[in-house]
């Protein structure tokens, strides 16, 4: 028997969670695969829910000020961070085709 303490669990986080499990249980009857998955089904259901209970939390919020003459990236760079997102958005497209 683990002597690991109990873990409750606020209202909101077992709403999230239920509704993780829904969207896994969604993905399983339509024969998608999936990180979810594979952990569900390495690890078991309470590794899947630690790691759920780990995204579905508030991250704490940091106010980011930025000066109003200043640019957050340099000139040139936002075009070539769309490409390289895109670059990866298409080739993760592209695994998927049968």
Not at 8 to 14: D, H, I, M, N, V
Not at 23 to 31: A, D, P, S, T
């Given at each position: 028997?683990?002597?690991l303490?109990?873990h ?7 709403d999230?969670?239920i509704?993780?499990?829904e ?9 998608q695969r999936?990180p ?9 259901m ?5 790691a759920?209970?780990l ?14 003459d200043?640019a957050?990236?340099?000139?040139g ?7 390289i997102l ?5 080739h ?6 049968p």
């Open positions: 028997m683990s002597l303490p109990a409750t669990a606020a209202p909101l986080e077992k999230g969670l509704a993780a499990y969207e896994l249980r969604r993905q399983i009857l339509n024969g999936g979810g998955l594979a952990l569900f089904m390495r690890r078991g309470r590794e899947w829910m630690n759920c209970s995204c579905l939390a508030p991250s704490p919020t940091k106010e980011f000020t930025a000066a109003p200043e957050v990236l340099p000139q760079a936002r075009t070539e961070v769309v490409l895109a670059g990866m958005l298409l993760g497209c592209q695994e998927r085709v």
